[in-house]
Nanobody, 128 residues
Framework: QVQLVESGGGLVQPGGSLRLSCAVS????????MGWFRQAPGKERTFISA?????GTVDSVKGRFTISRDNAKNTVFLQMNNLKPEDTAVYYC????????????????????????WGQGTQVTVSS
């Protein structure tokens, strides 16, 4: 059984930082595409970032959020800096298939429909 468990969310002041973690079990992590999404109250889920099995990345929040992975620990991270109130949301990690080319990874990893497994989410609240 595949499980994804997020951690690291919480309350932070504007301008602060948080590092989210997502531990994966029950799947060969090193060949898995991993993604981060978020959903703010009353809004649709949106894509944040994804990382391929080889470490290639694609991001929607340029310059402030950074995705990384540690295959030895079966964990993917999302480092979030200079947080803003509009970053308040529930953050989800997701696991998807491996892609053969970087172009395919770029075209498919941004859509939540292309992920097979999801974590339960962790709340991030940015407020003074």
């Amino acid at each position: 059984q595949v499980q994804l468990v997020e951690s690291g969310g919480g309350l932070v002041q504007p301008g602060g930082s948080l590092r989210l973690s997502c531990a994966v079990s029950g799947r060969t992590f090193s060949t898995t595409t991993m993604g981060w999404f978020r959903q703010a109250p009353g809004k649709e889920r949106t894509f944040i970032s994804a990382i391929s099995r080889s470490g290639g990345t694609v991001d929607s929040v340029k310059g402030r959020f950074t995705i990384s992975r540690d295959n030895a620990k079966n964990t993917v991270f999302l480092q979030m800096n200079n947080l803003k109130p509009e970053d308040t949301a529930v953050y989800y990690c997701a696991a998807g298939p491996s892609y053969y080319t970087y172009a395919e990874f770029l075209s498919r990893s941004r859509s939540g429909r292309n992920y097979d497994y999801w974590g339960q989410g962790t709340q991030v609240t940015v407020s003074s």
